[in-house]
């Protein structure tokens, strides 16, 4: 049975629908009618739509050759802070958590591009930092929205559609057009596949290793916005799996920690599986922990596949004889 | 060709320049300064300070993490890391209170506590070697797992001890003069780093970070060397978590939590290069010591440790930064 | 061919930290001229190419084009200036399509999206008119490596360029391949552009080239007409005069009986797909065979076979007789080999060690006392490791790379004398190294082979093998193509061998 899976890993990897396809298939067979219902469509979906624009966010990333670990730490601040500034309006305290995100993705940027640090340990040093940052403002408490209507971002639904959803499909569609229609998304692509080659063909280095990261954490943030709305609360615990979670999804979806390729659409679905996933063992009464062990030994496989399969891609691509 | 997009050239021209010279002696000796400019700012701050009730206490506090930091050092010297220790760390504690709950005594639920942890290392060191993914990853995601296994066994609750003469090691002081945790940690850091001066293996550790390529020309077998520097962490994190259980006389499976990010942190406080091939055990040490320092002072200036956590993030992004533009070349 | 003067450089000189790269030299294109350039290794064709792409600018002398004085100080104004260049190591965006790599960075937008119908129609029209036949549509990881070479043409030429130069590009290609990059570099002679072909294959220029310009040593030696010379003269151009170099007199086995000398080494069969086929030869104890060829014939890659740096598909080693099975360099050490690397510094020594740590990494087992390694041992082993190479130290405990090269190449000799092997295999023994190290180098050797270790040189210094050599392999496109006796061969006989067509095709 886990041999079977993980050769069903191996052959699917590459192909996130199927895996997609076949998570809910096996959940389905494994459940009955109480998974296949409405109500757990729409609880999936609405976990999916907090989790999915960090996904995206990090297939970016991936796609330009870093990487972030900060997103879930981001994602907490964020959360923090549009709850506790909500004295100032919903407006503003969306403005404010927006802006820290940004602000983030533009000290990561720098610290990788021109700090020339290895992307793992900059982002290490931001987690570590930001994390702090959740803990005093917070006081390591979770601290509690007043304003009603908040809510409706992160709990309200249009027709059956949660609002996050709305959310996490027009930055599904938004990033998916830039990735493949606009020049800017594919030089990202080409700095993250063969660095030499995009500097000759005069893609701008620097503007397209730092951009992703403002972009990631930069939905990082949304997503810490959205997840208070729905919580209308925020506490120092949020987003500490988030990270491996949304390299995980990423690289189902396509993407290689060596760069160069990936999808938006690959990480949407990878997170759908993800979700799927999860709300899956919850029905089945999986205990908590033992979901964190398998969502971990999901994460160790993707990065092993990964390696496997990019080290014979590897020796394919920089074959020049 | 025309753009060399390797960024870190170790060629490391240093044709006895006197700018050369002083960087050098800066790069290897900067805990040491950096402890002497602590310790100078400390007794400023705080007449307790340089008490030796306080002095010790700092060591004292400092070496769970420093047995961590030893083991986490001997893979950093040899290009990789492991971000499970802050995991492990727990599960060995649990293994060794649950055990002993069952009846073992504790001296053999000592070795099966240090068995577990070097389990643990063969586990990272053979994903590592046999898929050559990034340790980086791997190692959080088997930190992870870890994780999922103590919780699961301790169902998130402490674990205490049924013996009372489980925690004389870690509370007890030899002779009533020095505590035994601080002997044990100097002791470790004493083999590790004769092992890295004088041993075949240790050798091939900076061979492998400085230029694996060469390793590999030269006879050395990465793989096995690979998977002993990840065993030697499982050890040192078992040992580790062996004082940590015995000085609280419980364990619980968050115990570890930051475990690995300090970890890294004291090694490249010590002067060990993120890059491979340099450093050491005894220099480990002084990082250590500075981070307890820098604990204590925080501590006696009243900040709280959320805004600790804050400094020490921002002190390790100045370090790495500083490790890097010291290595590229000009 | 016209006699538009399309580029014109004189006199240009360029050194780097004492080497003379380019010593006043000159070059000459036309327009609708395929013009070769060609020298040995370090005659600086490679120095006069990267001026002209803007990678390196000249310590003096000027260049024009179309007559007008230019000078180029980057890349991205070579190619404003209408040069453009392709490199010998093609690489292409793997996860894109032809279309996109043709355009990267340059798609064509409407309304701030890639429009990729035009994108997609213009890079056809590109490959239409350069007669490339590779679908658009494809992705670059599945292109072969003269399709990605072909693409590489087609995006590094715009309406704008003048110039295109080639760099050693059919050293991957296949025959069938290379004549099809003929027939595209044909046609872009008619539409007037001129083309730079550098490369070692005179097969090819003979094949393919109106004019030929030979450098040696950084300065212009001639340019002619393909129709004006031959072969013979052109390899006399590229080495200089036969001088009466001084040969390796007699062998070590000269004296013994013949059948007492046993073979150390013996290869079989050795392949490696796509770099070595068919490989036999076999080396006796005290015998000095050298390896010759150019690069990429195989020379470096048949060193790495034998020591186990590279996996072969087929193929025996024997040594003294019984066949051993070597798959990585502890195994190849284990047995008696050692393998003196073609780049010292990034293969051969740990530049950050001190000289006492690099030579001892080899033996570091025979170093120990109670299982730790014996400081003194392992000084008093680097001590007389150095002295008897003729080493200037300072102190055993000073870095290594303040030693100068000819020093290091002492070094990384020692590291491995030290291991005692029966098989020395050397690769490049005296590149970058001064003229008295170098007799240094070749005594050791010969004083080795002396003492009956069997040892085999690669080298492209022709004249280096006669000296230091009793036989000669000459490896040519992976191939042995000849088997010589030095004292009865000449830098002119290997060189032919090493350029001709190879007497097999594929």
């Known amino acids: ?321 | 060709m025309y753009f060399n997009s390797k960024r870190f050239l170790l060629n490391f021209d240093s044709r006895g320049s006197l700018k050369f010279k002083v960087i050098k002696i800066v790069r290897d000796q900067i805990a040491l300064i950096l402890l002497l400019i602590m310790i100078i700012a400390g007794s400023q701050l705080s007449d307790v300070f340089l008490s030796s009730k306080n002095l010790l206490n700092i060591v004292w506090a400092v070496s769970v993490l420093g047995i961590v930091a030893l083991g986490q050092c001997m893979l950093i010297i040899a290009c990789r890391f492991d971000m499970s220790v802050a995991y492990s760390i727990g599960l060995c504690g649990v293994v060794m209170v649950v055990i002993q709950n069952a009846g073992v005594p504790w001296v053999t639920s000592v070795l099966v506590g240090v068995f577990v942890g070097l389990l643990v290392g063969a586990l990272n060191g053979l994903i590592c070697v046999g898929t050559n993914a990034n340790p980086f990853l791997v190692t959080l995601g088997t930190g992870t797992l870890i994780y999922a296994t103590s919780l699961s066994i301790t169902r998130s609750k402490t674990v205490y001890t049924p013996f009372d003469d489980f925690t004389d090691i870690g509370r007890g002081k030899l002779f009533g003069v020095v505590h035994y945790s601080v002997l044990i940690f100097l002791f470790l850091a004493i083999m590790l780093e004769l092992l890295l001066r004088y041993s075949k293996f240790g050798r091939s550790l900076f061979v492998i970070g400085l230029n694996e390529k060469v390793g590999k020309l030269s006879g050395f077998s990465v793989n096995r060397i690979v998977l002993g520097a990840f065993l030697i962490c499982g050890f040192t994190v078992s040992i580790a978590s062996f004082i940590v259980t015995s000085r609280n006389g419980s364990t619980v499976a968050n115990v570890g939590l930051g475990l690995e990010f300090e970890s890294i942190i004291a090694v490249v406080l010590g002067g060990t290069s993120l890059f491979g091939g340099s450093g050491g055990a005894l220099r480990t040490v002084v990082g250590v010591l500075v981070l307890g320092v820098l604990n204590n002072l925080l501590i006696l200036m009243n900040v709280q440790t959320e805004v600790q956590q804050i400094i020490k993030g921002a002190i390790f992004l100045l370090i790495v930064w500083l490790d890097i533009s010291l290595r590229s070349k000009s | 061919m016209t006699d538009e003067k399309l580029l014109e450089m004189v006199n240009i000189s360029k050194g780097f930290s004492g080497i003379q790269a380019l010593d006043n030299a000159n070059f000459e294109l036309h327009r609708g001229q395929i013009h070769a350039l060609m020298g040995a290794n370090g005659a600086g064709k490679s120095t006069l190419i990267k001026i002209l792409c803007g990678v390196y600018q000249p310590d003096s002398g000027i260049f024009k084009i179309d007559n007008k004085v230019i000078s180029i100080k980057n890349p991205f104004e070579a190619q404003k200036n209408g040069i453009a260049y392709v490199p010998q190591e093609i690489a292409v965006q793997p996860y894109m399509t032809v279309a996109e790599n043709i355009f990267l960075g340059k798609q064509p937008t409407r309304n701030f999206q890639i429009d990729f119908k035009e994108m997609s129609d213009k890079a056809q029209q590109v490959l239409d008119d350069l007669g490339i036949d590779v679908s658009v549509n494809k992705l670059g990881i599945n292109l072969s490596i003269a399709e990605k070479q072909l693409i590489t043409i087609a995006k590094v030429i715009s309406a704008e360029s003048k110039i295109l130069i080639f760099d050693e590009a059919t050293s991957a290609l296949t025959l069938s391949d290379t004549d099809k990059l003929f027939r595209i570099i044909r046609r872009l002679k008619q539409k007037g552009l001129g083309i730079i072909y550098v490369t070692h294959r005179m097969e090819e220029i003979f094949q393919l080239c109106d004019w030929v310009t030979v450098f040696k040593d950084g300065k212009f030696i001639s340019d002619s007409a393909i129709k004006d010379i031959n072969l013979k003269q052109l390899i006399r151009n590229m080495i200089g005069r036969e001088v009466a170099t001084e040969r390796r007199q007699g062998s070590t086995n000269d004296k013994r009986d013949p059948t007492l000398s046993k073979e150390r080494l013996s290869i079989a069969n050795l392949c490696v797909p796509g770099i070595l086929q068919d490989i036999t030869f076999s080396v006796k104890a005290g015998e000095v065979l050298g390896l010759a060829g150019l690069v990429g014939s195989g020379r470096t890659e048949l060193l790495r076979a034998i020591f186990g740096d590279l996996p072969f598909s087929e193929g025996t080693i024997k040594i003294d007789g019984k066949a051993v099975k070597i798959t990585n360099c502890t195994q190849a050490i284990n047995e008696g080999i050692a393998l003196v690397p073609e780049d010292r510094k990034a293969q051969g020594l740990i530049l950050n060690f001190s000289l006492k740590k690099n030579i001892s990494m080899t033996i570091l087992d025979k170093l120990k006392r109670f299982g730790l390694i014996n400081s003194k041992s392992e000084a008093v082993l680097a001590n007389s490791t150095l002295e008897m190479l003729n080493i200037k130290f300072r102190t055993i405990e000073q870095t290594v790379s303040t030693l100068s090269g000819g020093n290091q190449q002492r070094v990384v000799l020692g590291k491995w004398l030290v291991t005692n092997p029966k098989i020395l295999l050397v690769d490049e023994p005296t590149r970058g190294v001064d003229v008295s190290a170098k007799s240094d180098i070749h005594n050791v050797l010969l004083d080795l082979a002396k003492n009956d270790m069997a040892i085999i040189v690669v080298s492209s210094e022709l004249g280096e093998l006669l000296q230091v050599c009793e036989k000669v392999l000459v490896l040519n496109r992976g191939r042995i193509v000849a088997e010589l006796l030095t004292k009865n061969t000449s830098t002119h006989e290997m060189m032919e061998l090493a350029t001709g067509e190879s007497t097999t095709r594929e």
């Open chain 1, 1 to 321: 049975m886990i041999v079977l899976k993980f050769f069903f890993r191996v052959i699917l990897k590459k192909t996130p629908i199927f895996l997609f396809i076949f998570t809910i298939f096996f959940f389905s067979i494994v459940l009955g009618s109480s998974f296949f219902n409405q109500l757990t469509i729409t609880n999936i979906s609405r976990q999916i739509s907090i989790d999915a624009p960090i996904a995206i966010g990090q297939a970016i990333v991936l796609i330009s050759g870093g990487i972030d670990i900060s997103v879930g730490a981001v994602m907490a601040m964020s959360a923090a802070i549009v709850i506790g500034t909500q004295s100032l309006g919903t407006v503003v305290s969306i403005f404010l958590a927006l802006l820290f995100g940004v602000l983030v993705g533009c000290i990561n940027g720098l610290l990788v591009t021109k700090g020339k640090i290895v992307p793992f340990i900059a982002t290490l040093g931001t987690m570590s930092v930001v994390r702090g940052l959740v803990l005093v403002y917070t006081d390591q408490k979770a601290i509690m929205g007043t304003i009603p209507g908040f809510e409706f971002l992160g709990s309200g639904s249009v027709g059956f559609i949660p609002t996050p959803f709305i959310f996490a499909f027009l930055i599904l569609m938004i990033f998916h057009n830039v990735l493949t229609k606009m020049r800017i998304g594919r030089n990202f692509f080409a700095v993250g596949g063969d660095l030499d080659n995009a500097f000759l063909a005069g893609i701008p280095i620097f503007r397209s290793r730092f951009i992703p990261y403002v972009i990631s954490s930069s939905l990082a943030s949304v997503s810490g916005i959205l997840l208070a709305s729905r919580l209308n609360s925020a506490n120092p615990q949020i987003g500490i799996d988030t990270a491996l979670a949304s390299i995980a999804a990423a690289i189902i979806g396509g993407a290689s920690l060596l760069g160069g390729r990936g999808s938006v659409f690959g990480a949407f679905l990878g997170v759908a599986t993800l979700g799927t996933l999860s709300t899956g063992m919850n029905l089945l009464g999986i205990t908590t922990y033992f979901q964190i062990g398998i969502k971990s030994l999901v994460f160790i496989c993707v990065v092993v596949i990964d390696a496997l399969i990019v080290r014979r891609a590897i020796s394919f691509v920089k074959d020049s004889g």
